[in-house]
């Protein structure tokens, strides 16, 4: 265990439906991170949250929508998403975003887009 | 084009064996790190190495960084079947903004 919680584990859905990515750390964490990793890619940052403040925003398309309620907590909210978006979703967080310090990972929410 | 890229892209190696992979970078880097991703999970954090250090261990781990190469390499000793897995390195670029890059990673086999 990292201390980086995921949930769900595993989603299914179609391209018109709206669902959410839960993310959790228990590290007191600053920092908190959405990745997306597809097949045969490198890993792609998506967002970075510093002290719940959006920090960055890699051109991730409108469809996915972060949300930072407060620093353990990050969510990921999907609509109208396309089959190309199925990939391993996963959540990091850090002492700081400067400096990326090490960042500890949650298990990932396999997402796949029917 | 990619900041960190390993080499190589698979290697399988017997148990006990020593394993190594690179790690080459295009820009001046803040520090440079390591991670470990068994299939289909999270990645793990192994070693963080800054600008100005040249080697750290930790445990069976050796990193080394050449900045005047751009590169670094991970050395994992005696390796074991549990050592199966897929590393990564990622870079810090130095100046604000996109600049923490992962790389497309090694898929390490060992065999028993």
């Known amino acids: 265990e990292t201390g980086v919680t995921q949930t769900p584990r595993h989603l299914v859905m179609g391209m018109t439906n709206k669902k959410s990515l839960k993310c959790e750390q228990h590290l007191g964490h600053n920092a908190m991170y959405w990745y997306k990793q597809s097949a045969k890619k490198p890993l792609e940052l998506m967002f970075v949250?510093?002290?719940?403040?959006?920090?960055e925003n890699n051109s991730v398309p409108s469809r996915f929508s972060p949300e930072c309620p407060n620093s353990s907590h990050l969510f990921l909210h999907l609509h109208t998403l396309q089959p190309e978006d199925s990939a391993l979703y996963l959540c990091?967080?850090?002492?700081?975003?400067?400096?990326?310090?090490?960042?500890?990972f949650g298990p990932g929410t396999r997402l796949t887009v029917t | 084009s990619q900041q960190g890229e390993e080499d190589p892209q698979a290697l399988s190696i017997q148990e006990g064996e020593n394993a190594t992979m690179n790690c080459s970078y295009k820009?001046?880097?803040?520090?440079l790190q390591w991670y470990r991703q068994n299939s289909g999970r999270g990645l793990v954090h192994l070693i963080l190495?800054?600008?100005?250090?040249r080697e750290k261990h930790s445990g069976r781990l050796r990193v080394t960084l050449d900045t005047s190469k751009k590169s670094s390499s991970l050395l994992i000793t005696a390796s074991r079947a549990a050592d199966t897995a897929s590393y990564f390195c990622a870079t810090d670029s130095v100046g604000y903004g996109q600049n923490f890059v992962f790389g497309p990673g090694t898929r390490l086999s060992v065999l028993p």
């Open positions: 949250y510093n002290f719940k403040e959006q920090t």
């Open positions: 990091a967080s850090s002492q700081e975003w400067v400096q990326r310090y090490e960042q500890y």
């Open positions: 820009t001046s880097i803040n520090n």
């Open positions: 190495i800054r600008s100005n250090e």
